[in-house]
């Protein structure tokens, strides 16, 4: 396996001043190794809010967020996804898959240990992250939900079909500029360039290229995976909060898939946040009220 590094100058301009953490994770399939970037903010001992960005983001999307938890009280760690952000980027298409991208999600946690955890998630932040509760749920106690889900088969929505095929097909893949359209405020040049920042060239893209095509709907290999998960969250009864937006053509009425089926989202106060499908970029006090609300719920009793 072939894997490139992003060098550190090419953040040297982006406005992130929080510290690297690194974490080497191993690949199942080859034996290489890979590393993990991620962020980790707080008292140590503080209960943890786990905030996983999806595609082609990379944990920069929390940066409004992270303080404002933080100060709440909880340790906050962002991770960025294998192939993502400060993280290591093979670079062969062929080197991902969603299963690999999960073991390697279990990988850094359950070797950093991490237990008493808050997921907050989004796009396929939520596509993994959920998957993480499902493999362990004893180590998590709540869960807030925005503009992602649990795919288990089904037809793709139109909206979501046509961004695969770009994904896949089109001659640029302007990461930036992807993100920007997904969003309802005006992304600045820094910003833009902040989400660039990653993919120096076009040989560093391959993982963001190919993600579309492994979310599972009908006839994805990983149905069978996503149908396992979904046992778990069917008898899931610790509190889980829906809080996606109302301007996400992607995702819209994907709350629908969880409230009432999750017994955990009983009693919640679940909510319309304001914004596009990167809604840590449109409305992150909305999203950061959501996550208090949810961790505070599930703290023990």
Not at 67 to 96: E, M, T
Request: hydrophobic share 45%; aromatic share 12%.
């Amino acid at each position: 396996m072939k894997v490139l590094r992003t060098p550190d100058e090419a953040f040297a301009a982006v406005d992130f001043a929080f510290a690297p953490h690194y974490f080497e994770v191993q690949d199942a399939a080859s034996g290489t190794p890979l590393r993990l970037h991620y962020i980790d903010e707080g008292p140590r001992d503080a209960p943890i809010v786990l905030m996983m960005h999806g595609e082609p983001t990379w944990c920069y999307l929390y940066r409004h967020m992270i303080g404002p938890v933080v100060v709440a009280g909880y340790r906050v760690i962002a991770p960025d996804l294998i192939g993502f952000g400060k993280s290591d980027k093979p670079a062969a298409k062929a080197d991902y898959s969603y299963a690999a991208h999960v073991a390697w999600m279990l990988h850094w946690l359950e070797g950093l240990d991490l237990k008493d955890i808050t997921l907050a998630c989004q796009d396929w932040g939520s596509l993994i992250g959920l998957r993480l509760v499902a493999a362990a749920p004893e180590r998590f106690r709540a869960v807030a939900l925005s503009n992602g889900g649990l795919p288990e088969g089904g037809p793709a929505p139109r909206a979501f079909a046509i961004w695969r095929a770009f994904s896949k097909w089109s001659p640029v893949f302007p990461i930036g500029k992807i993100i920007a359209k997904g969003t309802k405020r005006a992304l600045s040049a820094e910003e833009i360039a902040a989400y660039d920042a990653p993919f120096p060239d076009p040989s560093y893209k391959a993982g963001a290229r190919i993600f579309p095509s492994f979310v599972p709907f009908e006839g994805n290999p990983a149905v069978p995976d996503q149908k396992a998960a979904w046992q778990v969250f069917d008898a899931w009864d610790k509190p889980f909060l829906c809080a996606f937006s109302d301007g996400d053509p992607i995702t819209r009425t994907g709350e629908t898939r969880f409230i009432g089926r999750v017994p955990g989202t009983a009693g919640q106060a679940h909510r319309t946040l304001k914004g596009g499908h990167f809604i840590q970029e449109d409305d992150p006090e909305g999203f950061v009220a959501a996550i208090l609300d949810v961790a505070a719920k599930g703290a023990p009793q």
